[in-house]
């Protein structure tokens, strides 16, 4: 059993090559990654469980966490002799839409929890509390739901997807969920980012707006406020079957067929970006956190740690665990979608459309995708 350290990275695998998979592998590569890894539960206080849960699709879309990985998870607290009044799964979330068939029960959560005898909440509505950022570069302080900061150990469980404007949605983007509202919405122009102006639409010397590379210090200011909290937290990615694209309807399902866990999620999402065949070193949100001092970007830097044997990971060896070809995200402009890397690994700005259109303003000439 390995014992759990808090700047490696744990990794187990399960066999697919389909691109949807049963409740049980889920929950049976939960289960087993868990109890193979040696780390400690808290003897009392609620256990907070936050999958990726915002918009309530069916599992199998892969745009959620799936069910069957968070009942892995439970049922491993459940062996250890947690009990179930301990246990919430919870996130903040865009709420149910039975119009749209998106609910707790459509999306396999309901019976989940009820088989179970489990909490499971939306926390839009429930209270907040204001937790400071210390040197915060867009924030100095975050509303982030009390069943977040008052409980004894958070499990952030998100699942391996792109996503249009972070590129790649892990553990750090995760977070987000727990942030009360309006702040949650960090993907959008903010009341803070208003004075901006036309600025926010400018290209900086990173080659990205000054909007997105503002949204990414935030996702690093939540990084930052999560880590003061104190509580002990687990990252643990549902990497069984992934997905590329916007995050949402526009996107496809590849097998992947491995989980990891770890404390530091710079690093866990370092090495699931690599995984998904992108570079994190140059995935701008990953950049700014190791420029940050809050994690590692180059997997080189991370150990790794196979949970079936116990051994290192070396490079080779993650390499021919990566997909060969990367999972890609887009965005979408006025042309149609495009990639957010080039072929030669250059990041291509989000919003290109909005860009552009500043750049005309200020007599520039306009940037192209591909």
Known sequence: ????????????????????????????????????????????????????????????????????????????LLERGVSVERLLVADGQSGENPDEDFTWKGAGYADM???????????????????????????????????????????????????????????????????????????????????????LWRLTDTGLSLFEDRFYHKLCDLIVAVRSLGMPRLCVIDG????????????????????????????????????????????????????RGLGNSDIRDIKVVDLTKGDTLTEAQLARIRRQEPLMPVCRSEEGYYNRFRSNGTVVPWQIDKINEQRRADGECEIVAG
């Open 1 to 76: 059993m390995a014992r759990l350290n808090d700047h490696d990275v744990y990794l187990l695998r399960t066999e697919i090559d389909t691109d949807v998979a049963a409740f049980d592998t889920y929950r049976s590569l939960a289960l087993e990654a868990l109890s193979a890894l040696d780390f400690s539960l808290p003897e009392s206080g609620k256990i907070t469980i936050k999958p990726n849960a915002t918009v309530l699709y069916n599992a199998d879309v892969r745009v959620v966490t799936h069910p069957g990985f968070v009942a892995g998870i439970v049922d491993c």
């Open 113 to 199: 929890v009820e088989e179970r005898g489990i909490v499971l909440k939306c926390l839009n509505d429930e209270p907040t509390n204001i937790v400071e950022v210390t040197n915060g570069v867009v924030y100095d302080s975050y509303p982030i739901y009390s069943d977040i900061t008052d409980c004894s150990l958070l499990f952030n469980v998100p699942l391996a997807k792109c996503h249009n404007l972070g590129c790649t949605t892990l553990s750090i983007k995760n977070l987000m969920g727990i942030l009360g509202r309006p702040e949650r919405h960090l993907c959008a122009t903010q009341k803070i980012d208003e004075s901006l102006g036309d600025d």
């Open 240 to 291: 069984v079957v992934g997905r590329d694209g916007t995050a949402f309807n526009e996107g496809r399902n590849y097998p992947l067929g491995w989980t990891l866990i770890g404390v530091n999620e710079v690093n866990v999402d370092a090495v699931g970006t690599y995984l998904m065949g992108l570079d994190p070193r140059v995935t701008p949100y990953l950049r700014v956190a190791n420029d």
